[in-house]
């Protein structure tokens, strides 16, 4: 009887679990036509920044090495607090750069 209990409690949570991982899978990314992403330089390819434009981009700076990118090591993309519910490119760069420590 309480083995029964217990799996009828963890039912809602595996759903719960099932459910993120799709939505975590389903995010989208950031466009490079997004108004904020225009606002922040943000490009999905870190050599192509607007040197002209953004003096602070330095040869090396990619969001993968950023302190706001919240992917994993060797994600291809991950989220970032700029630009709520969607992803960036571990390549990409924008003007809010902070190298990780």
């Known amino acids: 009887m309480t ?15 099932a459910w993120a991982g799709r939505h975590a899978q389903a995010q989208t990314k950031v466009s490079e036509k997004d108004p904020q992403a225009v606002a922040l330089g ?3 390819d870190a050599t192509k920044a607007d040197k002209a434009k ?18 994993k090591a060797g994600d291809a993309a991950g989220n970032c607090p700029l630009f709520a519910g969607k992803q960036v490119a571990a390549a990409g760069w924008c003007s809010a750069y902070a190298k990780k420590a």
């Open 3 to 17: 083995a029964r209990r217990q799996f009828i409690q963890w039912i809602p949570a595996a759903g719960l679990a």
């Open 42 to 44: 943000y490009v999905e």
């Open 54 to 71: 953004f003096k602070t981009y330095a040869a090396g700076q990619k969001c993968g090495n950023c302190q706001l990118f919240q992917g």
